[in-house]
């Protein structure tokens, strides 16, 4: 079998991807590993990512084949040493691995569309794909359709740190927006200023707050912080409607990738508008994706999206004491299976709970995730109750869409609604995770609801629970109520003071 390996360093986000000449893998996300959220590993560090990935494929350094490394964040040279072992690597192109993550879907053309907040490559562009290449048609960069404005305009409403408001907040500005109502003296001011809300620093922030008329301290209680988020992001769709209309007879299908294309209004928006026959977009559309892009966009090999991370194994039946524990209102853990790629929590990686009134959304939230007020909480739903609850016409497995809730969710389900009647929904069939959906049944059976809320499991400033060890003390710190790891249930007596979950090394069979 042959073995290639691919790396991304980058600014944020590292990673390494494994595939064979047919399919991925297994994945890697540096945050996962490390605990710490978006980082950027150290040499040493991707060189232990490596290491892992390895002795869980039961390989060597010297079954590596062909070695990839992404541009974005290195000084190309011409060979690179891992782990003791010499490379040639083949170098790969930060937009190519963004849109190259929908090349396993087989199609023959489509838009692709690369949308973030800067590479080697740019922020955003638009390409031609015909099955083999792309080819460029829109530069984009010098306009307000890059990460780098949602950048900005994050650092007005949630505050002033470049780094987090361009990397780890701006889904509070998302959440922030719903709170408020459309202004266009603010539309026009932010065209009139285009150019400096797409600058990448935070000298002229400052400067913008004083004119727009916002205080020095940013304060999720300021209606007019929340005017120029809501305002802001619908300006923003306007501006990806008009631009995309321009381009949609080139092709049906539409690729949307890059960190913009985890806003979860926008694809939404981008769906409801029928441009395009089929969009796609993938579960690890930011940083994170970069390693596993460049597998697919070189190699054209299969892959079995969303769950390509580590196993310490699986639950071979839902525990009916896990469902009793959520139809009871209890919090659970629920740790299960291969881990997800990308920045959510699928199931196998999640706070789990019933969705039944308010203050269990609170309880989950601001409680047991130390959340702010005023992010929603996601609802996972068995894709064929879908359609009663949510509405949407089709599935939504990688929670990557905001849709209205219908009457039902509103009265039944309301701790997964937003103040503006939207759920970012996760759709799940049985096919995608048998025991997480016979687990939601029997729930159904219980409540009369196939509704959970579902939020990844990890606290302020952690990256998602990767092992059972992250999940002990994850679930430790917070106020759970029962860990679940692969169906058997632990609470803080069973696990106090000595664990009782074994460590040991993650299983995966090639």
Known sequence: ???????????????????????????????????????????????????????????????????????WGCTPSRFVTVLGRSFAPLWTGHHANHVGLARSLGWSSALAVCADGGSENGCTGIYLYDGKVYEPVADLDRTLLTGRFYGTLTQLVIGGDLDQAHVQWPGKTMGVSAFGRYDERLAAFILDNADRFGLLRASDTAALAREIGLDSHPDTFDWHRWNLAHTAQRLWEDLWIEQLAKLSSLSENLILAGGCALNVLLNARIRRSGLFSHFFVPPSAGDDGQALGALLHQLGVSCAFPYLGRTWGHARHAPLEAAEDLAAGRIVFWFDGRSEVGPRALGHRSILGIPSTVAMRRRLSEEVKQREWYRPVAPIVLAEDAADWFDTSGDSPWMLEAVPAKARAKAYAPAVVHVDGTCRLQTLAKHDDPVLHGLIRLVREMTGCPVLMNTSMNLPGEAICDSPDDARHTFLESGADALYICGKRYTRASIQPASGIEETQPCYQI
């Open 1 to 71: 079998m042959s073995l290639y390996v691919s790396l991304f360093f980058g600014l944020h986000d590292s990673g390494a991807a494994f595939a064979s000449e047919d399919r991925v893998l297994l994945c890697l996300q540096a945050e996962r590993v490390f605990r710490k959220k978006h980082m950027r590993a150290t040499p040493e560090q991707m060189e232990h990512l490596v290491l892992l990935g390895l002795q869980q494929l039961r390989k060597t350094v010297y079954d590596i084949d062909t070695l990839m490394v992404s541009r």
